[in-house]
């Protein structure tokens, strides 16, 4: 099993920055995948952004530019930095990992709000 903590959430106004970061647990089993997605208040759910264990890196449209992803291989720890944020980006952002057996472990989530 793996435990994800994330924390950095908050209040900003728009076209503020926010940088969010996860860590997991220490683990022996391999982490393929580290990222992040978000539940808007009017529930729609998507992938904001997934970072591998070669480094490689996708974003959403909606995010593309604005956001990015980074992960330290060390200590399993994500990191989504958000820039020019805007009201739409308001959500719960949950980190995941994928691991080596390619189950899925999510966080309890942090909450954006983007209000002016």
């Known amino acids: 099993q793996v435990q994800l903590v994330e924390s950095g959430g908050g209040l900003v106004q728009p076209g503020g920055s926010l940088r969010l970061s996860c860590a997991a647990s220490?683990?022996?089993?391999?982490?393929?995948?580290l990222g992040w997605y978000r539940q808007t208040p009017g529930n729609r759910r998507e992938r904001v952004a997934v970072?591998?264990?070669?480094?490689?890196?996708d974003y959403a449209d909606s995010v593309q530019g604005r956001f990015t992803i980074s992960r330290v291989i060390a200590n399993n720890t994500v990191y989504l930095q958000m820039n020019n944020l805007k009201p739409e980006d308001t959500a719960l952002y949950y980190c995941y990992c994928l691991i080596e057996n390619m189950t899925i472990f999510w966080g309890q989530g942090t909450q954006v709000t983007i209000s002016s």
């Open positions: 970072i591998t264990d070669r480094l490689s890196r």
């Open positions: 220490r683990t022996t089993t391999r982490i393929r995948t």
